[in-house]
């Protein structure tokens, strides 16, 4: 696990260097501090030299400067490698869940992936800022301290024999315990967030349907799980400290006790017993702060697994096999013999031999049922998903042989949720085309009819959506979405029920715009209305992942019973509501 986040770190490895000196020269420093102040009880005070004290004080001093200097240093070099490393791991995943498919995303939760980049990553930085400070400083102060101590006495040190074994134990048995529930506290994190995130994502609903009590009480659970795993984990966490201050202060007191007899028969000086106690105090301090760190490393090591995990992940759809050279000659679209599946298995296909022909610049209608598989088949064009079997063809070409850059530039799709973007109706606009002019962006309003609502905004192209757009409604939104499809100049254009939010006289403006201005684009229409694709070149049917038919609206009326069916109680749905 270390060699996979090393290289995260390697950037920064000279401020980790740096850091890890100044530790070191920190607590050798520190170290000398109580032989100083031995000197000075058992020299200046004892033989009532002022001149010496003072120059042992001035000394000492100097030295705790010194130390403090290079406690700065490490705290500052810390900072700057941990909070360093966490910005390159939540960057890292950010750009691996871009390359993700639609299926590696749905693998994972919305919650999920942002505890990852956010609570995760903290985790880990933590674990790089504290473990420079302790995980270096520590070990010399042991060390030196155990070593410096037993030159004091060492008789007097064999206390340790007895204090290390038992702080080691306790320590291995909290963290052995403490593992598993950091790895179900995470979890529980996630739970938390999710329940969160849909609420106010979802808040219009939650209202509408007056279900606060409904959304509170679940958020209470998901909430009352957090805090009892919390208890769970942190519950032996506390441990650690009462335990190591029990030894410690036992310890200090048996160390009295035979240090005090040594003072009493003339075998120990009282300087050399204050100084042994200071170093008693610094190696048992230090053990208390190895403790820490190995509790959160315990933490990190379940918050690293996590973060593997998506880092990890292979990407369902990449451009290993595409030809980069390859250009999408036009936008004629061939399915030959597609099969599909969400999971890959040929046993629970969603899509069944569909055979498809749409010559370019052609407007093909797709009509279907609820869970008729229409948006699945048209995700399959841009590569959002990939078939299980067979091919699909963009311009005479599979389209895994164009890069995705270059077959979704080509291919643009309106999704069934529309979505937009913090910021002004431009921004969101220039999605499209970063370079587009305001002639060409006005031109892409008008022929989604967005143009009408815009011009009426005070503030016109300049006004602000606010966050997911929630200031212009439904049926705007879709327009400003096909407006933003239609500046990118597609040679395939997918409108996945994109008109359901607008009346039947702006639906009917748009088909007549895009047949007018974009008659060399080919125009793939999903609707729930028969009248959205009724002139359409070629109308396609399909019932439960199949091809039921396909033809005109005419033929179909006659050869269709399906179409026929949809169709008539369109018509008489019309009739009543006249």
Same mark, same amino acid.
């Given at each position: 696990?270390?060699?996979?986040?090393?290289?995260?770190?390697?950037?920064?490895?000279?401020?980790?260097?740096?850091?890890?000196?100044?530790?070191?020269?920190?607590?050798?420093?520190?170290?000398?501090?109580?032989?100083?102040?031995?000197?000075?009880?058992?020299?200046?005070?004892?033989?009532?030299?002022?001149?010496?004290?003072?120059?042992?004080?001035?000394?000492?001093?100097?030295?705790?400067?010194?130390?403090?200097?290079?406690?700065?240093?490490?705290?500052?070099?810390?900072?700057?490698?941990?909070?360093?490393?966490? @910005?390159?791991? %939540? $960057?890292?995943?950010?750009? #691996?869940?871009? +390359?993700?498919?639609? &299926? /590696?995303?749905?693998?994972? *939760?919305?919650?999920?992936?942002?505890?990852?980049?956010?609570?995760?990553?903290?985790?880990?930085?933590?674990?790089?800022?504290?473990?420079?400070?302790?995980?270096?400083?520590?070990?010399?102060?042991?060390?030196?301290?155990?070593?410096?101590?037993?030159?004091?006495?060492?008789?007097?040190?064999?206390?340790?024999?007895?204090?290390?074994?038992?702080?080691?134990?306790?320590?291995?048995?909290?963290?052995?315990?403490?593992?598993?529930?950091?790895?179900?506290?995470?979890?529980?994190?996630?739970?938390?967030?999710?329940?969160?995130?849909?609420?106010?994502?979802?808040?219009?609903?939650?209202? @509408?349907?007056? %279900? $606060?009590?409904?959304?509170? #009480?679940?958020? +209470?659970?998901?909430? &009352? /799980?957090?805090?009892?795993? *919390?208890?769970?984990?942190?519950?032996?966490?506390?441990?650690?400290?009462?335990?190591?201050?029990?030894?410690?202060?036992?310890?200090?007191?048996?160390?009295?006790?035979?240090?005090?007899?040594?003072?009493?028969?003339?075998?120990?000086?009282?300087?050399?017993?204050?100084?042994?106690?200071?170093?008693?105090?610094?190696?048992?301090?230090?053990?208390?702060?190895?403790?820490?760190?190995?509790?959160?490393?315990?933490?990190?090591?379940?918050?690293?697994?996590?973060?593997?995990?998506?880092?990890?992940?292979?990407?369902?759809?990449?451009?290993?096999?595409?030809?980069?050279?390859?250009?999408? @000659?036009?936008?004629?679209?061939?399915?030959?013999?597609?099969?599909?599946?969400?999971?890959?298995?040929?046993?629970?296909?969603?899509?069944?031999?569909?055979?498809?022909?749409?010559?370019?610049?052609?407007?093909?209608?797709?009509?279907?049922?609820?869970?008729?598989?229409?948006?699945?088949?048209?995700?399959?064009?841009?590569?959002?998903?990939?078939?299980?079997?067979?091919?699909?063809?963009?311009?005479?070409?599979?389209?895994?042989?164009?890069?995705?850059?270059?077959?979704?530039?080509?291919?643009?799709?309106?999704?069934?949720?529309?979505?937009?973007?913090?910021?002004?109706?431009?921004?969101?606009?220039?999605?499209?085309?970063?370079?587009?002019?305001?002639?060409?962006?006005?031109?892409?309003?008008?022929?989604?009819? @967005?143009?009408?609502?815009?011009?009426?905004?005070?503030?016109?192209?300049?006004?602000?959506?606010?966050?997911?757009?929630?200031?212009?409604?439904?049926?705007?939104?879709?327009?400003?979405?096909?407006?933003?499809?239609?500046?990118?100049?597609?040679?395939?254009?997918?409108?996945?029920?994109?008109?359901?939010?607008?009346?039947?006289?702006?639906?009917?403006?748009?088909?007549?715009?895009?047949?007018?201005?974009?008659?060399?684009?080919?125009?793939?229409?999903?609707?729930?209305?028969?009248?959205?694709?009724?002139?359409?070149?070629?109308?396609?049917?399909?019932?439960?992942?199949?091809?039921?038919?396909?033809?005109?609206?005419?033929?179909?009326?006659?050869?269709?019973?399906?179409?026929?069916?949809?169709?008539?109680?369109?018509?008489?749905?019309?009739?009543?509501?006249?």
């Amino acid at each position: 696990m270390i060699k996979k986040f090393a290289p995260y770190l390697s950037k920064y490895k000279k401020w980790v260097g740096m850091g890890c000196l100044c530790g070191i020269m920190e607590a050798v420093f520190e170290m000398l501090i109580p032989l100083v102040m031995a000197n000075i009880v058992d020299v200046g005070v004892q033989n009532h030299d002022a001149a010496y004290t003072i120059r042992m004080g001035l000394l000492m001093a100097t030295m705790a400067v010194i130390s403090m200097g290079f406690g700065m240093g490490l705290a500052r070099c810390s900072s700057i490698a941990g909070q360093s490393f966490g @910005a390159e791991l %939540r $960057e890292a995943q950010y750009n #691996k869940i871009q +390359e993700y498919s639609f &299926s /590696n995303i749905e693998r994972f *939760s919305t919650a999920s992936l942002i505890t990852r980049l956010t609570n995760d990553v903290n985790a880990m930085q933590m674990s790089i800022t504290m473990g420079m400070r302790i995980l270096v400083r520590a070990p010399v102060m042991l060390v030196s301290a155990l070593f410096l101590a037993v030159m004091i006495n060492a008789k007097l040190a064999m206390v340790f024999l007895v204090a290390i074994p038992v702080l080691l134990g306790s320590l291995y048995f909290i963290i052995s315990h403490v593992r598993k529930r950091f790895g179900i506290l995470q979890g529980r994190i996630d739970n938390m967030n999710t329940a969160v995130q849909e609420n106010l994502i979802g808040i219009r609903t939650v209202k @509408a349907f007056v %279900r $606060e009590d409904f959304e509170r #009480k679940k958020f +209470e659970t998901a909430n &009352s /799980n957090l805090r009892k795993a *919390s208890e769970e984990a942190f519950g032996f966490v506390v441990l650690n400290m009462p335990v190591m201050q029990m030894v410690m202060f036992s310890t200090i007191i048996a160390i009295l006790w035979f240090g005090g007899g040594m003072v009493h028969t003339g075998a120990l000086q009282v300087g050399k017993l204050t100084s042994f106690i200071t170093y008693v105090t610094q190696i048992l301090m230090s053990l208390m702060m190895v403790s820490m760190i190995f509790m959160m490393l315990s933490r990190s090591v379940a918050s690293a697994r996590r973060i593997l995990e998506v880092l990890e992940e292979v990407p369902d759809i990449n451009d290993n096999a595409c030809d980069p050279q390859a250009q999408v @000659a036009d936008g004629s679209v061939v399915f030959d013999h597609v099969n599909f599946s969400y999971d890959g298995k040929e046993d629970d296909l969603v899509l069944t031999d569909v055979n498809l022909t749409i010559p370019s610049g052609s407007t093909v209608g797709i009509l279907g049922g609820t869970g008729s598989a229409k948006t699945t088949l048209v995700q399959l064009i841009p590569r959002l998903y990939d078939v299980t079997s067979g091919q699909v063809l963009v311009g005479g070409r599979d389209v895994r042989d164009y890069s995705l850059e270059h077959l979704r530039n080509t291919v643009a799709i309106v999704l069934q949720q529309n979505t937009l973007f913090s910021g002004t109706i431009r921004e969101n606009l220039l999605w499209g085309d970063e370079s587009a002019s305001d002639e060409e962006i006005w031109a892409a309003c008008q022929a989604a009819c @967005a143009d009408e609502f815009i011009s009426r905004m005070p503030q016109g192209l300049e006004t602000d959506l606010g966050q997911g757009g929630v200031n212009v409604s439904g049926g705007q939104k879709q327009r400003l979405c096909i407006a933003r499809a239609i500046l990118k100049k597609p040679k395939v254009l997918i409108l996945d029920d994109s008109t359901s939010a607008v009346d039947t006289a702006t639906d009917a403006k748009i088909r007549r715009a895009f047949r007018e201005d974009l008659s060399g684009t080919t125009k793939i229409i999903i609707a729930q209305r028969v009248s959205s694709i009724s002139d359409a070149d070629q109308i396609i049917v399909l019932d439960d992942g199949h091809v039921a038919a396909h033809g005109t609206h005419e033929e179909l009326l006659e050869s269709c019973d399906i179409y026929r069916e949809v169709y008539q109680s369109q018509q008489e749905g019309a009739g009543l509501s006249e």
